[in-house]
């Protein structure tokens, strides 16, 4: 009777990643820059209108006085912290589910925008920012006269 050893591609797929962790563990200790490290990534939808752009962020139970958005040489950024705590006390438990974190975004914005008026409005965890577009005339052709 003939036995084979099946490999499992489960556990050499964990080898790997526990290989490549431990090296990015030591790319990190060794790099002059801190590397931020953030605990969650917010869902985003973006989406180009006729007259700006929009981003749309999930930030369900985030208040917006925890919520940083700017633009630095034509990057939108934002960050932002949560801290949700959820309390529930009946006659025989008490239980309180926490979460902590901070995020960020960043997007690089296209040429053409005008930065002075971009404006973010929240309504139902959901923050939406505006990007209106410059307006440019559409090239024309103009003749000229030889003087």
């Given at each position: 009777m003939l036995v084979t050893r099946h490999r499992?591609?489960?556990?050499?797929?964990?080898?790997f990643d526990l290989i490549n962790e431990f090296f990015?563990?030591?790319?990190?200790?060794?790099s002059e820059e801190p590397r931020e490290v953030f605990d969650f990534?917010?869902?985003?939808?973006?989406?180009?209108?006729?007259?700006?752009?929009y981003i749309e962020l999930d930030l369900p139970g985030i208040k917006k006085e925890d919520v940083e958005i700017s633009v630095d040489k034509n990057i939108l950024t934002i960050?932002?912290?949560?801290?949700v705590k959820k309390e529930e006390e009946k006659e025989d438990y008490y239980r309180i589910e926490s979460a902590y974190g901070t995020?960020?975004?960043?997007?690089?914005?296209p040429e053409k925008v005008?930065?002075?008026?971009?404006?973010?409005?929240?309504?139902?965890?959901?923050?939406e920012i505006t990007?209106?577009?410059?307006?440019?005339?559409?090239?024309?052709t103009k003749k000229i006269e030889i003087e």
């Open positions: 499992n591609p489960i556990n050499n797929t964990r080898r990015n563990v030591l790319e990190t200790q060794n990534i917010p869902a985003v939808n973006t989406r180009e209108g006729d007259d700006a752009y960050k932002g912290k949560r801290e995020f960020s975004r960043s997007f690089t914005l005008d930065s002075e008026n971009i404006r973010a409005t929240g309504e139902n965890g959901v923050v990007i209106p577009k410059l307006k440019v005339e559409k090239d024309t």
